[in-house]
């Protein structure tokens, strides 16, 4: 993706001598966009400063150029930092012909300082451009909103990006620019739909109440602007929200008016252009009230934020490392401290010994599964990117406080399927090496994995664990302890009826009630659902993607552990993991499904 346009002399002159103000006479302008409403593809120059973050040539988050050399995106973009790191302007698609694009490397990126992972806070995020620009009638930075800037409930506003047209589900190839017209969505409203407290001053929100329009996975750090006489105005940054468009539950945003400060203290020469947006009339979402929810504030307080740069990201080189020849099979999927067979949220210690986080500078991001002393088993949409610093927790009761059983160890290699498709998730399966071998004790066990043959027929009972979130954009409290979730497997015919036929491969299994309210969340991908066989348990599925957070009809789509023996044995050559064949009694009731378009059940299940 790495297109570069050749500037002439002249117009090179002409830009280095009136940078300043030739940006502030084009920030905000699209000479291609008069429309006030329209589809869901964006014709191109319709949105000149949106960004697509890529890393190995995948896109992974959007952003906004805001002068010639910066953009601003999400900071949890960047949980971990890509080793590289790559933004293209200018793209009508992210395949195909781009002939107005341009695309360059990424020398700083600057988290804002008060940027809170668990709650969305401060959610904001600058990255410098290896060189300047080029303004052209497709790539034109956007204004941003300036402090004291009024978005009242209703206000038209504007979000785009490349990412998933529904949760879980992307668009084809080549994954065309989309837009969507949303209101603005009042932050008393907000509160009140997310739980009062939960929005802050430093947040905006837009939506539809019936929900349907809204940013989804893929969009994070994409633009959400207005239009006030003829420039269009940054309001917000898409920062989180319930899965994708739900009712009730609009899309949130970074405020981007609350960082003036902060964003001119990074970008000392050339600022970005600020603008105070004002809304007319009288804010209806002052007449909102819910429980908890106190009067409506006369003024919003200021934010005043400090600066901060992060150090310059280095390419490590992993040592190599050490084999072990513990027997795993031997002591796989037993857990002395865990006899039970229903439960509660709260993981008691040692229930799931297996369980891993994956952690980046000190921060949870996804789960994992101990498989023998030295491998653990993730999802591989885990590592859109390798971050520079990665380690492996296992023993934890929870991510933060005392963990007297708890054990750390750093990544020497990560491998991905090399069939995993970022679409449509297929393959979603990764490996991990730590960097010397772990002690199993009755906290440290390694998971049996299902073997070849192996039969989940719908119903059977499965438990998922985390330490993601416990309803969508919702994380629990500090310090955030083990969670555990009973659910029961759902059959691939169920599964494709509900998410559309084509959607379910047989890579993938399913588990969760059809009345939802039970399942994964943010920050579980990744981990273990495991089902009990005997006095053993055995890992089934790998959390991969779902439809939100426990919606109904909906359920989590898992990895199918079982159709990977053989890539797992060819990575594992010695004390390779106990593969267990997991068999269901009686018939499957899913051979019974059937909805349009979905063949008639085969007779056995493909090896």
Same mark, same amino acid.
């Given at each position: 993706?790495?297109?570069?346009?050749?500037?002439? !002399?002249?117009?090179?002159? *002409?830009?280095?001598?009136?940078?300043?103000?030739?940006?502030?006479?084009?920030?905000?302008?699209?000479? %291609?966009?008069?429309?006030?409403?329209?589809?869901?593809?964006?014709? @191109?120059?319709?949105?000149?400063?949106?960004?697509?973050?890529?890393?190995?040539?995948?896109?992974?988050?959007?952003?906004?150029?805001?002068?010639?050399?910066?953009?601003?995106? !999400?900071? &949890?973009?960047?949980?971990?930092?890509?080793?590289?790191?790559?933004?293209?302007?200018?793209?009508?698609?992210?395949?195909?012909? =781009?002939?107005?694009?341009?695309?360059? +490397?990424?020398?700083?990126?600057?988290?804002?300082?008060?940027?809170?992972?668990?709650?969305? $806070?401060?959610?904001?995020?600058?990255?410098?451009?290896?060189?300047?620009? *080029?303004?052209?009638?497709?790539?034109?930075?956007?204004?941003?909103?300036?402090?004291?800037?009024?978005?009242?409930?209703?206000?038209?506003?504007?979000?785009?990006?490349?990412?998933?047209?529904?949760?879980?589900?992307?668009?084809? %190839?080549?994954?065309?620019?989309?837009?969507?017209?949303?209101?603005?969505?009042?932050?008393?409203?907000?509160?009140?739909?997310?739980?009062?407290?939960?929005?802050?001053? &430093?947040?905006?929100?837009?939506?539809?109440?019936?929900?349907?329009?809204?940013?989804?996975?893929?969009?994070?750090?994409?633009?959400?602007?207005?239009?006030?006489?003829?420039?269009?105005?940054?309001?917000?940054?898409?920062?989180?929200?319930?899965?994708?468009?739900?009712?009730?539950?609009?899309?949130?945003?970074?405020?981007?008016?609350?960082?003036?400060? #902060?964003?001119?203290?990074?970008?000392?020469?050339?600022?970005?252009?600020?603008?105070?947006?004002?809304?007319?009339?009288?804010?209806?979402?002052?007449?909102?009230?819910?429980?908890?929810?106190?009067?409506?504030?006369?003024?919003?307080?200021?934010?005043?934020?400090?600066?901060?740069?992060? @150090?310059?990201?280095?390419?490590?080189? %992993?040592?190599?490392?050490? +084999?072990?020849?513990?027997?795993?099979?031997?002591?796989?999927?037993?857990?002395?401290?865990?006899?039970?067979?229903?439960?509660?949220?709260?993981?008691?210690?040692?229930?799931?010994?297996?369980?891993?986080?994956?952690? *980046?500078?000190?921060?949870?991001?996804?789960?994992?599964?101990?498989?023998?002393?030295?491998?653990?088993?993730?999802?591989?949409?885990?590592?859109?990117?390798?971050?520079?610093?990665?380690?492996?927790?296992?023993?934890?009761?929870?991510?933060?406080?005392?963990?007297? =059983?708890?054990?750390?160890?750093?990544?020497?290699?990560?491998?991905?399927?090399? =069939?995993?498709?970022?679409?449509?998730?297929? /393959?979603?399966?990764?490996?991990?090496?730590?960097?010397?071998?772990?002690?199993?004790?009755?906290?440290?066990?390694?998971?049996?994995?299902?073997?070849?043959?192996?039969?989940?027929?719908?119903?059977?009972?499965? #438990?998922?664990?985390?330490?993601?979130?416990? !309803?969508?954009?919702?994380?629990? @409290?500090?310090?955030?302890?083990?969670?555990?979730?009973?659910?029961?497997?759902?059959?691939?015919?169920?599964?494709?009826?509900?998410?559309?036929?084509?959607?379910?491969?047989?890579?993938?299994?399913? !588990?969760?009630?059809?009345?939802?309210?039970? $399942?994964?969340?943010?920050?579980?991908?990744?981990?273990?659902?495991?089902?009990?066989?005997?006095?053993?348990?055995?890992?089934?599925?790998?959390?991969?993607?779902?439809?939100?957070?426990?919606? @109904?009809?909906?359920?989590?789509?898992?990895?199918?552990?079982?159709?990977?023996?053989?890539?797992? /044995?060819?990575?594992?050559?010695?004390?390779?993991?106990?593969?267990?064949?997991? *068999?269901?009694?009686?018939?499957?009731?899913?051979?019974?499904?059937?909805?349009?378009?979905?063949?008639?059940?085969?007779?056995?299940?493909?090896?």
């Amino acid at each position: 993706m790495a297109l570069y346009k050749v500037i002439g !002399a002249v117009a090179l002159l *002409t830009l280095l001598t009136h940078e300043s103000h030739s940006q502030l006479d084009v920030c905000g302008k699209t000479r %291609l966009n008069t429309r006030i409403v329209g589809g869901q593809n964006a014709p @191109p120059g319709n949105w000149p400063w949106q960004a697509s973050l890529q890393t190995s040539g995948s896109h992974f988050c959007g952003g906004s150029l805001i002068n010639s050399q910066w953009v601003v995106t !999400a900071a &949890n973009c960047f949980l971990s930092i890509p080793a590289s790191l790559t933004v293209s302007l200018g793209l009508q698609s992210l395949q195909g012909p =781009n002939p107005n694009g341009v695309s360059r +490397t990424v020398t700083k990126i600057i988290v804002n300082p008060n940027f809170d992972y668990m709650i969305g $806070d401060n959610d904001i995020c600058l990255l410098q451009l290896s060189s300047p620009v *080029t303004f052209t009638d497709f790539i034109v930075p956007i204004y941003l909103a300036a402090p004291g800037s009024t978005f009242f409930s209703g206000v038209s506003s504007w979000v785009t990006g490349f990412g998933a047209i529904a949760s879980g589900v992307y668009p084809p %190839l080549p994954v065309n620019l989309m837009e969507v017209n949303v209101p603005i969505v009042g932050n008393r409203q907000c509160n009140c739909d997310y739980g009062v407290g939960r929005i802050t001053n &430093n947040m905006i929100c837009a939506g539809l109440s019936a929900g349907g329009k809204g940013p989804c996975q893929g969009d994070s750090g994409s633009p959400l602007v207005s239009k006030q006489g003829s420039r269009w105005i940054l309001g917000g940054i898409v920062s989180f929200g319930n899965g994708c468009a739900e009712p009730n539950t609009p899309g949130v945003y970074t405020r981007v008016s609350q960082y003036q400060s #902060w964003i001119n203290s990074q970008i000392t020469s050339s600022q970005p252009g600020f603008v105070t947006f004002t809304s007319t009339g009288t804010d209806s979402d002052l007449r909102i009230s819910c429980a908890g929810l106190p009067p409506p504030p006369t003024t919003l307080p200021p934010t005043t934020l400090p600066p901060t740069t992060l @150090p310059p990201t280095t390419t490590t080189t %992993l040592p190599p490392t050490t +084999t072990t020849t513990l027997p795993t099979t031997t002591v796989c999927g037993i857990t002395r401290l865990n006899t039970r067979i229903v439960g509660g949220q709260n993981a008691p210690p040692g229930n799931w010994p297996w369980q891993a986080s994956l952690q *980046t500078s000190g921060g949870h991001f996804c789960g994992g599964s101990l498989i023998n002393s030295e491998w653990v088993l993730t999802a591989a949409h885990c590592f859109p990117s390798i971050p520079a610093s990665l380690t492996v927790s296992l023993g934890l009761q929870s991510l933060q406080g005392p963990n007297p =059983n708890g054990v750390s160890r750093t990544v020497t290699k990560v491998i991905v399927n090399p =069939n995993y498709n970022a679409i449509s998730y297929d /393959n979603d399966i990764c490996l991990l090496q730590l960097s010397s071998p772990v002690t199993f004790t009755d906290f440290l066990v390694p998971i049996c994995l299902a073997a070849p043959g192996s039969t989940f027929f719908s119903g059977v009972s499965s #438990w998922v664990t985390g330490f993601g979130a416990i !309803a969508s954009g919702v994380y629990p @409290p500090l310090p955030v302890n083990l969670m555990e979730v009973n659910v029961p497997i759902m059959g691939n015919r169920q599964c494709n009826c509900d998410y559309g036929v084509g959607s379910i491969t047989n890579n993938m299994i399913c !588990a969760g009630l059809s009345a939802g309210g039970k $399942d994964t969340c943010q920050g579980d991908s990744g981990g273990p659902l495991v089902s009990k066989q005997g006095s053993r348990w055995i890992l089934g599925g790998i959390v991969s993607f779902g439809n939100g957070c426990a919606q @109904p009809n909906t359920p989590g789509v898992y990895t199918r552990v079982s159709q990977y023996q053989s890539w797992i /044995n060819s990575q594992i050559t010695s004390s390779q993991p106990g593969f267990v064949t997991f *068999t269901s009694t009686g018939t499957d009731s899913d051979l019974s499904i059937s909805c349009a378009g979905l063949p008639p059940p085969p007779t056995t299940l493909p090896p």
